[in-house]
């Protein structure tokens, strides 16, 4: 197995390794180490059917289902992640950590290439360490402590949502899901602190006003997605990303309008931030 950086921030390239196959215990313990390292990892070539692809994530941790879009049939916690040749708005299109607004977030996501377009259609990935990691001392002690109220609604994010919503919406979705969250969490297994809001999700702070709490979050996006703090993903059919919600964001660039890209996502069940 071979692991090649793909920037100075994060990410990470694993070559020599078929996730069709079942792997190894040394194996499994060596790629949850590259991914606490790296805080996303990649893998090309790997061509895996939804069993084989359940199968792999199972090694990583426990699958769980997406509460606004149902999964496969046969795979309740595999979702299509697609944007078609006639919609305009991609699925996610905005920077975020998946679904913060539930009271235990994932623990990780992945995402399998099925069809990608002739260009563009990359994933850029922000690592949460090092935008905490630079800010001054002040504004770290102005922030540890803080809680972040976080929403499904937030207009922005439930507009990537709609064409799925209309395809592949499950009957029961909720109409809102809110929980609250430090703005600063520390990661149950490197101990690393990491900012832990986002645009797409992250409202309003708890105990503030409504024009403070806007004043400071707005200066926090802008921070948390500065171009070193990030990597960029070109995919290929068969690429397979697996990323660490609890210190990374990441954006899927809807720059190929007129074409189609289809994903398959699994995620895995999270902690309480804390």
């Given at each position: 197995?071979?692991?090649?950086?793909?920037?100075?921030?994060l990410g990470?390239?694993?070559?020599?390794?078929?996730?069709a196959?079942?792997?190894?215990?040394?194996?499994?313990?060596?790629?949850?180490?590259?991914?606490l390292?790296?805080?996303v990892?990649?893998?090309?070539?790997q061509?895996l059917?939804?069993?084989?692809?359940?199968?792999?994530?199972?090694?990583?941790g426990?699958?769980?289902?997406y509460?606004?879009?149902?999964?496969?049939?046969g795979?309740?916690?595999?979702?299509?992640?697609?944007?078609?040749?006639?919609?305009?708005?991609?699925?996610?299109?905005?920077?975020?950590?998946?679904?913060?607004?539930?009271?235990?977030?994932?623990?990780?996501?992945?995402?399998?290439?099925?069809?990608?377009?002739?260009?563009?259609?990359?994933?850029?990935?922000?690592?949460?360490?090092?935008?905490?990691?630079?800010?001054?001392?002040?504004?770290k002690?102005?922030?540890?402590?803080?809680?972040?109220?976080?929403?499904?609604?937030?207009?922005?994010?439930?507009?990537?949502r709609?064409?799925?919503?209309?395809?592949?919406g499950?009957?029961s979705?909720?109409?809102?899901?809110?929980?609250?969250h430090?703005?600063?969490?520390?990661h149950?297994?490197?101990g690393?602190?990491?900012?832990?809001?986002?645009?797409?999700?992250?409202?309003?702070i708890?105990?503030?006003?409504?024009?403070e709490?806007?004043?400071?979050?707005?200066?926090?996006?802008a921070?948390?997605?500065?171009?070193?703090?990030?990597?960029?993903?070109?995919w290929?059919?068969?690429?397979?990303?697996?990323?660490?919600?609890?210190?990374?964001?990441?954006?899927?660039?809807?720059?190929?309008?007129?074409?189609?890209?289809?994903?398959?996502?699994?995620?895995?069940?999270?902690?309480?931030?804390?």
């Amino acid at each position: 197995m071979k692991i090649t950086r793909i920037a100075g921030a994060l990410g990470a390239e694993i070559q020599g390794i078929d996730l069709a196959q079942p792997l190894s215990t040394e194996e499994i313990r060596n790629l949850r180490a590259a991914f606490l390292e790296h805080q996303v990892v990649f893998f090309r070539d790997q061509p895996l059917t939804p069993a084989q692809f359940m199968q792999f994530a199972q090694t990583m941790g426990e699958p769980v289902e997406y509460p606004f879009v149902k999964g496969l049939e046969g795979y309740p916690c595999v979702i299509e992640v697609k944007k078609l040749e006639h919609e305009r708005v991609n699925f996610g299109g905005i920077w975020h950590s998946d679904t913060t607004y539930l009271d235990q977030p994932p623990m990780g996501s992945m995402l399998l290439a099925r069809v990608v377009p002739p260009y563009g259609g990359d994933t850029l990935f922000a690592s949460q360490y090092l935008a905490w990691e630079a800010l001054s001392d002040t504004m770290k002690s102005v922030l540890d402590g803080l809680v972040g109220i976080n929403s499904s609604a937030k207009a922005d994010v439930t507009r990537t949502r709609e064409d799925r919503k209309k395809s592949d919406g499950r009957e029961s979705a909720p109409a809102e899901l809110r929980a609250e969250h430090p703005l600063v969490r520390t990661h149950p297994e490197t101990g690393r602190k990491a900012l832990y809001v986002n645009i797409a999700h992250t409202a309003a702070i708890s105990g503030m006003s409504e024009a403070e709490s806007a004043a400071l979050l707005e200066f926090l996006f802008a921070h948390q997605i500065k171009p070193e703090f990030t990597c960029r993903f070109s995919w290929q059919p068969g690429s397979l990303a697996f990323w660490d919600n609890r210190c990374v964001q990441h954006n899927p660039v809807n720059d190929y309008h007129g074409h189609r890209r289809i994903m398959h996502r699994i995620t895995l069940a999270g902690d309480r931030p804390a």
